[in-house]
């Protein structure tokens, strides 16, 4: 039985779009007559995929978000805790999903699965939607019988990753909020009001002082520059990012964000634990050490991070130690280094990278959370001294006149 995606015409001429199990196409369309409906289209999830050449060939399929994957991971969790085959876990994992791409994901890797596939095997026909590290985790389960617990613990992993990222933007909106109505007071300063003031004592023949005009010259910039200075800026951006697909110029950037400070020591620690993170849920869920860790380097973003833990990995391979295998990139920290090689010594590393991981992550979350609060005063501060510096502009040539008078 496979999974097909139609769209069909009600008695009152509506569209109504949906995914029906079926053996055949021919018998989905059965179905909807049925029910009193023309079929317009008929396509098993598999064929409209590769159907599509332009998404097929620039994309690896449909994604989901992280909150979608993360109530998939927990419902199965839960339904194959209870006892359900794993076909049925998915099938009613799909009919409580109101979204149409997610119901038809679902029953089209229940379809492998009905075909003999691994649960793994399947989640391989949306890589995008089901990345490396939770496949990895999903085959070690079944491998060791234990695929309810393993799936629990890749439900709190993504929920945790949800929480966090959620907790990230709710503090981060009042600083975007904060600087987007700093930026239009000033412009709007800038190209309203100063012109008009200082147009007066221009017409009176007076000699403006330096700061004003100063901000004249960039009142009359915005003005009439405005749109080319904000279309340069956008053509800019996408010079850079277009710039960072080159994998030579991308590496030199990320060799750059290690070196400059302020920066540096946030990079090292956003990689590191989000590495000792899938580190920590792969390894405890069966997957082998040095297969772990090199599907954990793949989540590392920053390149030449990347390459010290790949280089760890062939270490740990030829019969190395985790701890100095790690402590030889340079990029971790000596509190994570020193708490793995307590987890060696006692055997007890699965426990020890989990209690890692929680304390990296802990320790993170606590430095994004005091970069935003410090942001908003800064930006107050800043928008006060700008604020403060055009209305000196606009005073000063009006004590000059007021002197003058005396």
Known sequence: MAAFEFQALDSKGKTHKGVLEADSARQVRQQLRDKGWMPLSVDATSEKKSKDGFWSRFSLGPSLSTADLALI???????????????EALKAVSEQSEKQIVKSMVLSIRAKVLEGHTLADALKEFPRAFPHLYRATVSAGEHAGH??????????????????????????????ILCVVAVGIVVGLLTYVVPDIVE???RNGQELPGLTQLMLDISYLITNFGLIIAIAM?????????????PKFKYRYHQFLLTTPGIKNFTKSANTARYISTLAI????????????????????????????????????????????????????????????????????????????????????????ALVKMFEPLMLLTMGAIVATIVTAIMLPILELQNMVQ
Request: proline share 3%; hydrophobic share 45%.
């Open 73 to 87: 991971t927990r419902q199965l969790a839960t339904l194959i805790a209870a006892g359900l085959p794993i076909d």
């Open 147 to 176: 695929l309810d617990g393993v799936l629990n613990k890749l439900a709190d992993y993504t929920e945790s990753q949800q929480a966090a990222q959620t907790k990230i933007k709710l503090a981060a909106m009042y600083p975007i």
């Open 200 to 202: 007066v004592f221009v």
């Open 234 to 246: 956008v053509l800019t951006g996408g010079a850079f990012m277009f710039a960072l697909r080159k």
């Open 282 to 369: 792969l390894t405890s869920s069966g997957v082998p050490l040095v297969e772990a860790m090199r599907i954990a380097s793949q989540v590392v973003e920053n390149l030449p991070i990347q390459e010290g833990v790949k280089e760890a990995t062939v270490q740990v391979s030829e019969g190395g130690n985790l701890s100095r295998a790690l402590t030889a990139t340079g990029f971790f920290s000596p509190m994570m280094l020193h708490m793995i090689a307590s987890g060696e010594s006692s055997g007890e590393l699965d426990d020890m990278l989990e209690r890692t991981s929680a304390q990296q992550q802990a320790s993170l979350e606590a430095t994004i959370e």
